[in-house]
Each structure stands twice: as structure tokens, then as C-alpha cells.
């Protein structure tokens, strides 16, 4: 099962996916690796596919984005932000694809490659 671990403050049962959009993510280090920008949803499953997490640029210009699986986030209600266990090099060097170019999640062979780069196991399987 794909969800998101809960690391401080309470368990919440159900949030609206606007509250999560625009929150900060950092690494255990507290390094600053970005923030969400959206949540994709698989319409086939209703599950969440992916975060996308936007890292790097200035302004907003020349910003890369990543896909993140969800449940490689633990989210951490007191600070309103989530933690993803990577250091920050290794997400410079992840797979990532700009606002121009968004991936096919139905290419489970890039999902796949996505998911073992985090760690995670696809939502999928």
C-alpha cells in the first residue's frame, strides 16, 4: 500500500490536496530540497502516482521537477512540511523532466525507474 508516513504531530484521516501543494520539503539533514507543486492522481486507481517537487532555479525560472513517489514523503504536520530521506546530491542527480516535458506515468518501465531511484515500491504492484 502507497501512503505517506505521518513523522510529528497527529495522524489526519483525510486533507485537501490544496493544503499539501506549496509545502516545503526537506531532507533529515534539514537541507531545503524544494516544495510540492502538484499531487497526480491515477484516475484508473484513485490513488496518488506521484508528488511533483520542484528543486533549484531562481524565481521560479529554471526550476527542475521530480517525480516523487508518495509514499517516499513522511509528512511532518507540526512544521507543515515533508521530509524525503535523500541527500540533496543524489536528488540533483535524480530523473527529472521540466515544465514543458512532463513524464507518462502509464510508461511503467520510467514509473518503475522512478520508484527504485526513491526506494519505494510502485503503488501499482
Do not use: C
Amino acid at each position: 500500500m502507497s501512503q505517506t508516513t505521518v513523522i510529528r504531530g497527529h495522524d489526519p484521516v483525510v486533507l485537501a490536496a490544496d493544503t499539501l501543494t506549496g509545502n516545503k520539503v526537506v531532507n533529515p539533514q534539514e537541507q531545503d530540497l524544494g516544495t510540492i507543486e502538484h499531487l497526480m492522481i491515477d484516475l484508473s486507481t484513485g490513488r496518488i502516482a506521484y508528488a511533483v517537487l520542484s528543486f533549484g532555479g531562481f524565481l521560479g525560472l529554471g526550476d527542475k521537477l521530480f517525480a516523487i513517489p508518495w509514499s517516499a514523503l513522511a509528512l511532518d504536520t507540526v512544521e507543515k512540511r515533508f521530509v524525503l530521506n535523500v541527500d540533496k546530491e543524489l536528488l540533483k542527480r535524480a530523473p527529472g523532466f521540466d515544465k514543458d516535458h512532463w513524464p507518462n506515468m502509464a510508461d511503467r518501465t520510467w514509473g518503475s525507474q522512478v520508484y527504485t531511484y526513491y526506494g519505494a515500491t510502485p503503488y501499482w504492484d
